[in-house]
C-alpha cells in the first residue's frame, strides 16, 4: 500500500507531465510531418524521438525554441 510521500510523488509527477504537455500544446504551432515524421514547423528538421516523448505534440526542434526563447527575452521590458 503507498504511503504519503508516495502519494505525493505520483500526484507530482503527474501534475509537471500535465503541465508539460499543456505547455508544449499552447506555445507554439504544431508540428509539420513530412513523410510520417514529426518535424520542425520552422526549420522543417526532424523533432528527435527523446523530445517528442518528453514533449508530445512539440512543434520546434531544440534550436528553434531556443531560438524564439531568446528573441522573447529581447523583447521583454526591464523591471
Same mark, same amino acid.
Do not use: W, Y
Given at each position: *500500500?503507498? @504511503? %504519503?510521500a508516495?502519494? =505525493?510523488?505520483?500526484?507530482?509527477? +503527474?501534475?509537471? @507531465?500535465?503541465?508539460?504537455?499543456?505547455? #508544449?500544446?499552447?506555445?507554439?504551432?504544431?508540428?509539420? !510531418? /513530412? @513523410?510520417? !515524421? #514529426?518535424c520542425? %514547423?520552422?526549420?522543417?528538421?526532424? /523533432? =528527435?524521438? %527523446?523530445?517528442?516523448? =518528453?514533449?508530445?505534440? !512539440?512543434?520546434?526542434?531544440? =534550436?528553434? +525554441?531556443?531560438?524564439?526563447? *531568446? &528573441?522573447? &527575452?529581447?523583447?521583454?521590458?526591464?523591471?
Open positions: *500500500m503507498p @504511503d %504519503a508516495d502519494m =505525493a510523488q505520483t500526484f507530482e509527477s +503527474q501534475h509537471r @507531465d500535465t503541465s508539460l504537455n499543456k505547455l #508544449a500544446r499552447t506555445d507554439g504551432p504544431p508540428p509539420v !510531418v /513530412i @513523410d510520417g !515524421v #514529426a520542425c %514547423a520552422e526549420c522543417e528538421e526532424p /523533432i =528527435a524521438p %527523446a523530445r517528442l516523448k =518528453a514533449l508530445p505534440g !512539440v512543434g520546434l526542434c531544440v =534550436a528553434c +525554441q531556443q531560438s524564439r526563447e *531568446m &528573441e522573447r &527575452e529581447e523583447t521583454e521590458p526591464e523591471e
